[in-house]
């Protein structure tokens, strides 16, 4: 079972819409879990930790369930920049740091 | 700042050739990973150091995958008897610390295309 699971997609999305996504995790004590964003041909980039109590940036909303271990991403009013696939990545307990990434959601906002 | 650099950006190697990879990590971080990514996969973690010690190199997917850090600066991955499975854009990242919380930085990646 991969550490960490994701929908590919691809999501397209309206220009202005709101969508969501989530992941799932296997290894029940991890400790860190993040966000990346990575545009097509690009290096991964740090999007947002995730937090236990949830948290927003802007118009991105990150949640964590521990219970479930899913991680979710909420984008509200979509632009069309925002269009890029979004890797749900863990550090799994004992992982020395590593980072333990999904396939990644791919979004298309359309105009 | 300069951020992580890699080198070369792209390589086309005839299967059985050695190739190796170069990562400058960002001046002074400590700590540097090596990732594999396949087309349309998320990165694979390869190998970690941190300084000069290569703490974990269980990514690593057969023993012709080497790494070296020699000086706890830049560092190379090597390649030998490249395979076609081996094709895949190679990912630097470096961190300050070694900590858990600490972001980890990614340079642009080695894209590696094995004939």
């Known amino acids: 079972r991969k550490e960490v699971e994701q929908d590919p997609g691809p999501f397209n999305v309206p220009e202005g819409a709101t969508v969501a996504f989530n992941c799932t995790y296997s290894n029940s004590a991890s400790q860190s879990f993040f966000w990346y964003r990575q545009d097509c041909r690009k290096e991964p980039k740090l999007l947002m930790s995730?937090?236990?109590s949830g948290n927003e940036d802007g118009r991105f909303t990150a949640q964590l369930n521990r219970a479930s271990q899913y991680i979710s991403l909420l984008i509200r009013d979509s632009k069309l920049s925002d269009s890029a696939t979004y890797l749900c990545v863990v550090i799994p307990e004992g992982g020395n740091n590593r980072l333990a990434f999904g396939k990644g959601n791919q979004v298309v906002v359309i105009p | 700042g300069a951020g992580v650099s890699q080198s070369p950006r792209y390589k086309v190697a005839k299967r059985g050739q050695d190739v190796a990879l170069r990562c400058d990590p960002i001046s002074g971080h400590v700590s540097l990973f090596w990732y594999q990514q396949a087309l349309g996969q998320g990165p694979e973690f390869l190998t970690y150091?941190?300084?000069?010690?290569?703490?974990?190199k269980s990514g690593l997917p057969s023993d012709r995958f080497f790494a070296e850090r020699p000086e706890g600066s830049v560092s190379t991955l090597k390649i030998q008897r490249t395979q076609q499975e081996d094709s895949a854009v190679y990912l630097c990242a470096s961190s300050l610390g070694g900590s858990v919380q600490e972001t980890q930085y990614f340079g642009p990646g080695t894209r590696l295309l094995v004939l």
């Open positions: 995730v937090y236990s």
């Open positions: 150091f941190q300084n000069e010690a290569q703490l974990d």
